[in-house]
Structures are given as C-alpha cells and as structure tokens.
C-alpha cells in the first residue's frame, strides 16, 4: 500500500508540500515562540529566587528547575540568533554608542550561564572587580584588552555585537579543555576580538565548513568537536553585516583562534 490515494482522496496535492514551509512567516513564528519561551525563564526564575512565596524546595527539585531554566534560555538564545539574522537580511540595524570591553564582560558571564551553570554560580559569588578576573582564571578563562580596546567607543547595533561575541565565546566554552581566552585590541578605526580555546582544533580542509549552517564535523582528535554549526554561522552572517569580518587560524590537535574584525563606526553596506 502506498499513500498516493490517501492523498488523492483527501484532495492533497502531494507536490505542494514544499509550499507550506516555504511560505510561513518565519519571523512571525519566531516571535510566536519566544513570548512563551520567556515566560517559562521568568517563572522558573521566581520559583528558585523566592522560596519565602513559593514554597521551599528540596536539592533535587531545585536541580531539575536550574537544568530546566539553563535548557530554556538556550532556546531563546538560538532564536535570538535567528532574529538577529533575519532582521540583518533585512537591513534592521539600530545603531547605539556603547563601550565593547564592559559589554564583553557582560557576555562572557552570560555564554558560562548557559554553557557552564556551576561554574557560573561559583564565579557569581566574587562580585565583579580583580576578584571575578582572579577566579576566571584559576579556573583557566582569561579576558584581556590594550589601553585602546578599554577606552574605545563602537557605534554598532548592540545586541548584534553580543550575539556575534556570545556565539564565539560559547564555541569556545564547548571545546575547550583547560584554557579559554578573550583579547580585544584597536588597531586604526577596528576592533579587533580574539577568542582562543585550546580544544581538539579544525583540519585545514574544513575550516570555511564551521561556518556553514547545519554542518557537523568530527574531531580530528580524540576529544569531539561537533556542532550544528548554526552559531558560527551566524555570527560570521552578523559580523559581515556590521562591516566586519570572522576569520580562524586552526591545527589540528592544538586548539583554535576565532578573530572578529568589525569597524568602531557602522557602515550601511551599499
């Protein structure tokens, strides 16, 4: 039996398929789905912020809503990335003054709330200052800039700058063993951003291929290095978008360097 005179009795034509994906409002319904998606954030939030309201609650229960609440806020991070693209396709940009180290810093605490929730909470105990820095790098991530990265002013669209740096970060939180490094320099009217993990690295050959949405590579090494690829898709898409550029400098077996070039002043594109 096949399921042609299923679909001929039900009056479908089987080669419209293809139709119903291709013309939905994809912005639309990823608007649709991020509304619920923060009302999840924000209830499962004040369930573990507030005991005094809601009741007290066992370590177990508060394990399952902490994975929970870390789970959701990957969701709405991955549409907020697809937001951002789209949005950049389209030629939305709004374009503030804002100073890239604080907004780095900002994050980076963000990427390790999502990518690392225990080492998140333990870091939030120091408070910012020489403190946060001290247990950051114990604990192997160092975030570093020049006297001209720190008093440097971007006019750019904010929240893609931090998507494009959140989706570098994390990558780097994800396969990195031991060391995770962030350096920011100025060099003429660019900024230049360098993210370095000392994971299992890309071949030569595949290289360009991370930055290819929906593409899985496997490590060149014992240790897995294996995405969908969608976030440094992305970030590369954003990054052009702003002016700027994202390359990598790769071996295998010794790590990985993403460099993000963007200019201190937005360029609309011609």
Known sequence: ??????????????????????????EFLMH?????????????????????????????QE?????????????????ADLLEVGRSDAGCFQCCRFNPVSAVDEVLMDALEVSDAGLWEAIQETGPGPDRAAALSH???????????????????????????GNLIKNALKHRRQR?????????????????????????????????????????????RTSHGLGLAGARILARHLGGDITVRTHCGTGATFCLTLPLMYQERP
């Open 139 to 165: 604990r192997g991530i160092r975030l570093t800039c020049s006297d001209g990265a720190r008093c440097a002013e971007l006019c750019q669209d904010e929240a893609k700058f931090r998507q494009i740096v």
């Open 180 to 224: 995770l490094e962030v350096g920011m320099d100025c060099r003429g009217d660019q900024l230049i951003i360098e993210v370095v993990d000392d994971g299992p690295g890309v071949e030569e050959e595949n290289q360009e291929l991370i930055f290819k949405r929906y593409t899985q590579l496997k490590a060149c090494v014992i240790l897995s």
């Open 32 to 60: 649709e789905l991020k509304d619920p998606i923060s009302v999840i954030v924000t209830a499962v939030r004040m369930v573990l912020e507030k005991p005094g309201k809601y009741g007290p609650l066992t370590k177990r």
């Open 1 to 26: 039996m096949t399921e042609e005179p299923i679909a001929k009795a039900n009056g479908v034509d089987a080669s419209a398929d293809g139709d119903f994906f291709r013309d939905i409002n994809v």
């Open 63 to 79: 394990k399952i809503l902490k994975r929970a609440l870390r789970n959701s806020k990957k969701a709405r991070g991955l549409l």
